[in-house]
């Protein structure tokens, strides 16, 4: 198995090579769509390493035990309501706030997007506030295989992964503020 500092030299020299690709494509007119996809492409690679060295620390460091269940079962639970409810109103905000951007101005384009961010906010907030109330019930349906204290454990860390529900499910609108911007 290769160690954390072989692996980290390779994905530098890997990153270095995807720029020196990326320089070169732009000296012969590449353009901005492929600088701006292979920007994005090496995000998301990163991204996605970096998320198997968390699962990879996870899992080293708790193993297989109750506080581990518990906290997978409502960080997915939250995170899976949170791309549900935060990702569908940014997708539709894109084409607003691009009409108002050349219909009327920048400004009215960022009051749009200030109003829109309040209301889902208040969304996720009121959705938040009903998974604080029905956390025992959501939990119970949920995890029929837990014992009752695991199920305890699993209600307490829903309740305060929900600060973390409200602030990835806004997000999804403020990445898709930021792509309407370009």
Excluded at 74 to 91: D, H, N, R, T, Y
Excluded at 120 to 141: T, Y
């Amino acid at each position: 198995m290769d160690s954390p500092i072989s692996i980290r030299g390779r994905l530098s020299s890997a990153l270095i090579w995807l720029q020196g690709q990326v320089r070169a494509r732009r000296e012969k007119g590449g353009g901005a769509a492929l600088s701006g996809f292979m920007t994005v492409a090496v995000v998301m690679m990163l991204g996605k390493v970096v998320s198997f060295l968390k699962d990879a620390c996870v899992a080293r460091h708790f193993g297989i035990s109750d506080p581990l269940d518990a906290f997978v079962l409502s960080f997915s639970l939250l995170s899976f309501l949170a791309c549900m409810i935060g990702g569908g109103m940014p997708e539709a905000f894109i084409p607003g706030f691009a009409q108002v951007s050349h219909r009327r101005s920048q400004d009215a384009a960022h009051r749009l997007g200030m109003q829109l961010s309040l209301v889902n906010a208040a969304i996720l907030l009121g959705v938040g506030l009903l998974i604080h109330l029905f956390a025992p019930l959501v939990v119970e349906s949920t995890a029929r295989g837990f014992e009752e204290s695991k199920r305890q454990l699993a209600v307490t860390m829903l309740r305060s992964l929900i600060p973390f529900f409200l602030c990835y499910g806004l997000t999804f609108h403020f990445a898709a503020w930021l792509r309407a911007q370009k």
